[in-house]
């Protein structure tokens, strides 16, 4: 857990009001509780939409966040993906499994299958604060680490869904759950931080009853996880979380 002295919280303040008043759509997936004076994991990472990825850059540039090239870093074309990602799901954890199920910018090989696909982040910094930016919902591929963007139904549904919190916006509790789920399996392969695992258990307590979330959230997890979307439920149910990803490769591999 970061704590953000006054100057930094007015920085952060400033720049979520300037993204807010130039209707930059975006959502802050996870970490948003305790903003602007805490953060936990140190950095503020925002899911920017698409059309207003390069403005929600320039704004935060304008504020006086500079980039580190060596943190920022624009990762380009990805060939880590599977037109039918239905019948690769075996291979979840040594191949690519969050992957585009229709992919509108995709160019296809009728040799390999693969299509590509683009994924940007952006890591600005300011008298240690530091604002995350990315363009897509992407995690890392269990391959090479690169981030491989979700079905673009998840991305859409985030936005859709997400809802003013205070200042900043935030997913809703169905959307920041699986975020969470996801970010832990494969980000984090399969070590899920306290922070993860608290705020998860909560949200479920909170959802596990509400029929509209609970289905929002089961639909999620089948654009997620596939036919393991049961398996996951069961294992949110467990608060096994750091035996998720075992349970997966087990699954994968039946």
């Not at 940007?120 to 491989?148: D, G």
């Not at 809703?172 to 306290?194: I, M, T, W």
Request: aromatic share 12%.
């Amino acid at each position: 857990m970061v704590e953000f002295n006054q100057y930094q919280q007015n920085l952060i303040q400033n720049l979520f009001e300037e993204l807010n008043s130039n209707n930059i759509q975006y959502t802050i997936p996870r970490g948003y509780e305790k903003l602007p004076e805490s953060v936990p994991g140190g950095d503020i990472d925002v899911i920017v939409h698409t059309n207003d990825y390069s403005e929600a850059i320039s704004i935060a540039k304008d504020a006086g966040f500079k980039s580190d090239s060596g943190f920022s870093e624009v990762l380009g074309l990805l060939k880590e993906g599977f037109q039918k990602p239905r019948l690769v799901f075996r291979y979840l954890v040594t191949k690519p499994s969050i992957i585009y199920n229709e992919v509108q910018d995709a160019v296809s090989s009728t040799e390999t299958e693969e299509v590509t696909t683009s994924y940007s982040e952006y890591k600005s910094y300011q008298n240690n604060v530091m604002i995350h930016f990315m363009n897509h919902l992407a995690y890392n591929s269990p391959l090479n680490n690169q981030k491989i963007r979700v079905n673009p139904s998840v991305e859409n549904l985030m936005h859709e869904r997400s809802k003013g919190y205070n200042l900043f916006f935030r997913p809703s509790k169905p959307d920041e759950l699986a975020h969470l789920v996801c970010r832990g399996v494969f980000d984090k392969e399969g070590n899920f931080p306290k922070y993860y695992i608290d705020r998860c258990d909560q949200i479920w307590q909170d959802i596990s009853d509400d029929y509209q979330a609970r289905s929002e959230l089961e639909e999620l997890l089948s654009q997620l996880f596939f036919d393991a979307d049961d398996l996951v439920i069961t294992m949110i149910q467990k608060s096994d979380y750091n035996g998720l990803k075992k349970e997966l490769i087990r699954f994968s591999e039946y």
